[in-house]
């Protein structure tokens, strides 16, 4: 596999394997002498209507998770009104496990998610934007504060509007802490937070693009998103389509680089850029040089624990946002794949992703409440060998039964519970029926 040409990480000197010593985080001065806001300057020479359009045709699918077209959500945007402030909201919570690729974005090029920023500010008209970070990235707050002063003092931020007066158009742009929540990974929940309050995911609709934070019209997009923004502009959508894979389905493609963060069983585990389509397989030997000790490949999760797990028959898939279709999987998520070897206990995986599932509902959904408890204690029984055939069988079913698929929960925390389970039971269901007892039926009670 030949490897893609660096794009969103050109500025990152020690990328993936960072020596902390060597860390360097790019300032203002070294972003502009290496091309950095040239892209901001091109857009501000085009009307909005222009940038979103280039946006929308370039089919830059969204990088949180979901993978929906960034271009397409700003056109939902409300017309403006002259009632208030509309926000951009960028989501840099990455709390989903093994996904670390977000964070090294920040560590290393802030200023390249700003210029994204700034440039989606002009294409939607929206005059403020709120950098939302997780609680435990306590670095890369103080990393972000440090780069919005510098953009301020620069004249991309602040009253004066975009680049100095260029256009008249201001853009405000802060950092706001979470608390910790997986839950305000959900765009809404994530709202909720900024606001002041419990980060509880909303009822949708109305959905954000029309009544979002503070009532008002918002666009919430992660960091790798707005960080592919200027690329787009500067380079054009012919050579962002030049990169990735068409649809196998005659469905949307699945265009660009991705950063891909594999953990686990590799030799060489770290955060790698990749053009989407790329196999498993080929991102494991190719850039993460084998699996480590020469042991063999059993599984993976694909892209975050809640998008479920690929089987060991299942190496060589293809790396993009169609993988859910193939592979029985919720979908690519983050694409940060967590690798496991022949050595793995799939039972004791199973167990510990419920118990993460369990301890970060919110709680507002009665089947995601109850319905996390009840999983973990039948995994926690299964691994324990105390469990019967017939828990395996009301796992499933518990698991099958919550979920925005259901038409139960108002988030997808449920569901991310839900594909993890269900995906690590039916493809390793030998391994699970190893550790249980058959179920024993009364006499009486048997069919005669």
Known sequence: MKLVEPILTQRIPCFPHADPKDRHIVSYDEFTKTGGYEALEKALDLEPAQVLATVKDAVLRGRGGAGFPAGL??????????????????????????????????????????????????????????????????????????????????????????????????????????????????????????????????????????????????????????????????????????????????????????????????????????????????????????MRDGKKFKGAIAGGVSMGVLGTDQFDAAMDFEIGRRCDVLGLGTACPTIFDEDTDMVAIARNCARFFMNESCGQCTPCREGAGWIYKLLTRIERGDATTRDLDVLVEVASSMGLSEGTTICGLADGNNWAVRTLVNKFRPEFERRVKPHFVPVHLVAR
């Open 73 to 290: 959500k700003w056109s939902f945007l409300a017309p403006e009104d002259g009632k208030g402030s509309r926000y951009l909201c960028i989501n840099c919570d990455e709390a989903e496990p093994g996904t670390f690729k977000d964070r090294l974005l920040v560590d290393f090029d802030p200023h390249l998610i700003l210029e994204g920023i700034a440039i989606a500010c002009w294409a939607c008209k929206l005059d403020v934007a709120y950098f939302f970070i997780r609680g435990e990235y306590h670095h890369q707050a103080r990393v972000m504060e440090r780069a919005i002063q510098e953009a301020y003092a620069a004249g991309i931020f602040g009253k004066q509007g975009l680049m100095r007066g260029k256009q008249k158009f201001a853009v405000e742009c802060y950092v706001h802490r979470g608390a910790g929540a997986y839950i305000c990974g959900e765009e809404t929940g994530l709202l909720e937070a900024i606001e002041g309050k419990r980060g509880w995911p909303r009822v949708k609709p109305p959905f954000p693009a029309v009544k979002g934070l503070f009532g008002r019209p918002t666009i919430v997009n992660n960091v790798e998103t707005l960080a592919a923004v200027p690329s787009i502009i500067a380079r054009g959508v012919a050579w962002w389509k030049s990169i990735g894979v068409e649809s196998s389905f005659g469905g949307m493609a699945s265009y660009g680089p991705k950063l891909m963060g594999v953990s686990g069983h590799v030799n060489r585990p770290g955060c790698f850029e990749a053009p989407l389509g790329i196999s498993l397989r080929a991102l494991v030997n190719d850039y993460c040089g084998g």
